[in-house]
């Protein structure tokens, strides 16, 4: 049988390293053993894949623990291919949770359904973890040039809204919602932020013990509104949109959490897009009541920190280490001005 013919227009979700003579995450033997379980997937499924694993692995040098390529099945139609390529316990089980997740969201009772990409086949076999979903021709908004011609603030607001004010007690028989650790996030700040010397360059060491002592203040605050599902990874390279539709990716790192810690991942992940951050945060203090306003707010503050301090020491390898500067550079200005110099947060975003 011939192989079904790939539209050349068709580009590759995957957002190339900026970042030269970065070392490879994996062994010369573990990715020749993924390159052809890839490879022998994809043939026994009759896909033919836009983006080879050969590139996959090109672009990542194995950084990413998964595959993803927009492929063209027997029938000549679309679809999403994701394979797991880091066999690690963290990295198996967190491809089986996200499996878990959306066999349980694509019930067509489910009122997050609409938000996701449909499932359409997968393998839940640790030794080859692969999923296949319905596919959008829309890019992820991280690729896109201006943000606003592609995705309504309003109904993206709405979107995240619903996914932290879900009904946590629909998952009792189905999901186990694992917890926030809060104290393995407090532990790795106070062990390895705190006395990294490269953030001396961003923030002083005696705002960043004063930050320190901000978040250990709020720390049985955010144990008590520990009580909302969060996506957990929510940025623009996992959303996608086309005005009308809007669906969320990746959602192996959903958890429970406060309800203000999605937003908060976003401020900080996104570099630049200030006007969209300042209108999606409006657009979802709109949806809560007085008294959620005040908690949200509150919450907001401190869940930036223990998002924004841990980023000021990791790379982001698909950024250039211009722009790396740049993130830092906002993220210390937005954390210190914040919650030391009590500034409205919406002049900082």
Same mark, same amino acid.
């Given at each position: 049988?011939?192989?079904?013919q790939?539209?050349?227009?068709?580009?590759?979700?995957?957002?190339?390293?900026?970042?030269?003579?970065?070392?490879?995450?994996?062994?010369?033997?573990?990715?020749?053993?993924?390159?052809?379980l890839?490879?022998?997937?994809?043939?026994?499924?009759?896909?033919?894949?836009?983006?080879?694993?050969e590139?996959?692995?090109?672009?990542?040098?194995?950084?990413?623990?998964?595959?993803?390529?927009?492929?063209?099945?027997?029938?000549?139609?679309?679809?999403?291919?994701?394979?797991?390529?880091?066999? *690690?316990?963290?990295? $198996?089980?967190? +491809? &089986?949770?996200?499996l878990l997740? !959306? /066999?349980?969201?694509?019930? #067509?009772?489910?009122?997050?359904?609409?938000?996701?990409?449909r499932?359409?086949?997968?393998?839940?076999?640790?030794?080859?973890?692969?999923?296949?979903?319905?596919?959008?021709?829309?890019?992820?908004?991280?690729?896109?040039?201006?943000?606003?011609?592609?995705?309504?603030?309003?109904?993206?607001?709405?979107?995240?809204?619903t996914? *932290?004010?879900?009904p $946590?007690?629909l +998952? &009792?028989?189905?999901?186990?919602? !694992? /917890?926030?650790?809060?104290? #393995?996030?407090?532990?790795?700040?106070?062990?390895?932020?705190i006395?990294?010397?490269d953030?001396?360059?961003?923030?002083?060491?005696?705002?960043?013990?004063?930050?320190q002592?901000?978040?250990?203040?709020?720390?049985?605050?955010?144990?008590?509104?520990?009580k909302?599902?969060?996506h957990?990874?929510?940025?623009?390279?996992?959303?996608?949109?086309?005005?009308?539709?809007?669906?969320?990716?990746?959602?192996?790192?959903?958890?429970?959490?406060?309800?203000a810690?999605?937003?908060?991942?976003?401020?900080?992940?996104?570099?630049?897009?200030?006007?969209?951050k300042?209108?999606?945060?409006?657009?979802?203090?709109?949806?809560?009541?007085?008294e959620?306003?005040?908690?949200?707010?509150?919450?907001?503050?401190?869940?930036?920190?223990?998002?924004g301090?841990?980023?000021?020491i990791?790379?982001r390898?698909?950024?250039?280490?211009?722009?790396?500067?740049?993130?830092?550079?906002?993220?210390?200005?937005?954390?210190?001005?914040?919650t030391?110099r009590?500034?409205?947060?919406?002049?900082?975003?």
């Open positions: 049988m011939n192989k079904p790939l539209n050349k227009n068709l580009r590759s979700p995957l957002i190339p390293f900026k970042r030269k003579n970065i070392s490879w995450e994996i062994h010369a033997a573990e990715k020749d053993r993924i390159i052809h890839v490879k022998s997937t994809l043939n026994e499924l009759e896909l033919t894949p836009f983006t080879t694993i590139t996959y692995f090109r672009l990542t040098k194995g950084w990413k623990h998964r595959y993803y390529s927009v492929c063209l099945n027997k029938n000549n139609q679309k679809v999403f291919f994701h394979a797991l390529t880091r066999y *690690n316990d963290l990295s $198996i089980n967190s +491809f &089986k949770k996200e997740f !959306e /066999k349980y969201i694509n019930k #067509k009772s489910n009122t997050l359904r609409d938000y996701v990409p499932m359409i086949a997968y393998s839940n076999t640790s030794e080859n973890l692969w999923l296949i979903t319905e596919y959008f021709p829309f890019e992820p908004l991280e690729k896109v040039k201006n943000v606003h011609d592609h995705v309504n603030i309003t109904d993206l607001a709405k979107i995240i809204h996914i *932290n004010f879900y $946590i007690e +998952f &009792k028989d189905n999901i186990v919602l !694992e /917890k926030f650790d809060l104290d #393995k996030k407090f532990m790795e700040i106070s062990q390895k932020v006395i990294n010397k953030i001396g360059e961003f923030i002083v060491s005696e705002d960043l013990f004063k930050l002592e901000y978040l250990t203040r709020y720390k049985d605050y955010i144990l008590n509104h520990t909302s599902l969060n957990g990874d929510m940025h623009l390279a996992n959303i996608i949109s086309n005005k009308k539709i809007i669906k969320i990716l990746d959602w192996e790192s959903y958890h429970l959490n406060n309800y810690y999605d937003m908060s991942f976003f401020i900080v992940e996104v570099l630049n897009q200030s006007k969209l300042k209108e999606l945060l409006r657009e979802y203090l709109k949806l809560l009541s007085e959620e306003k005040e908690n949200y707010m509150k919450l907001l503050y401190v869940d930036i920190l223990m998002t301090l841990p980023r000021m990791y790379p390898f698909n950024h250039s280490k211009q722009e790396e500067f740049v993130h830092k550079k906002y993220l210390a200005r937005l954390m210190v001005e914040s030391l009590k500034k409205d947060l919406f002049e900082l975003i």
